[in-house]
């Protein structure tokens, strides 16, 4: 299912921000011009990922610095272990909508 979370405009290229999908804490980032969405929490210790650093598709955990994929949720650098959950994401018209 999926769920409209935001509308285009509100999602500025290189910027993140956290939106609520269903109950989920999710963030979406405009990497280059692509919207991905992504699970907040960060799989080392919790911290929130919209909080972070976004630098084309890498973000980066404010709390110790691990970074993840946004495409993949995949762990580029520890801390973390564990990838994120990332979610399917499709724009239609002015609306972006996120994987519940
Ligand atoms: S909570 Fe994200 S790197 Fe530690």
């Known amino acids: ?51 972070g650093e976004l630098q084309g598709t890498t973000v980066t955990c404010p709390c110790h610095g691990s970074q993840f994929d ?4 995949a762990v580029l650098r520890g801390p973390a272990l564990r990838p994120v959950r990332c979610r399917s994401v499709q724009i239609q018209g002015e609306d972006v909508l996120v994987e519940a």
């Open 70 to 73: 946004v495409a993949s949720g």
């Open 1 to 51: 299912m999926l769920v409209r979370v935001a509308a285009t405009k509100d999602v500025a290229i290189g910027q993140m921000r956290f939106v609520d999908v269903a109950g989920a804490k999710v963030s979406l980032a405009d990497a280059d011009g692509h919207v991905f969405a992504f699970d907040n929490i960060c799989t080392h210790q919790g911290c929130s990922l919209a909080g």
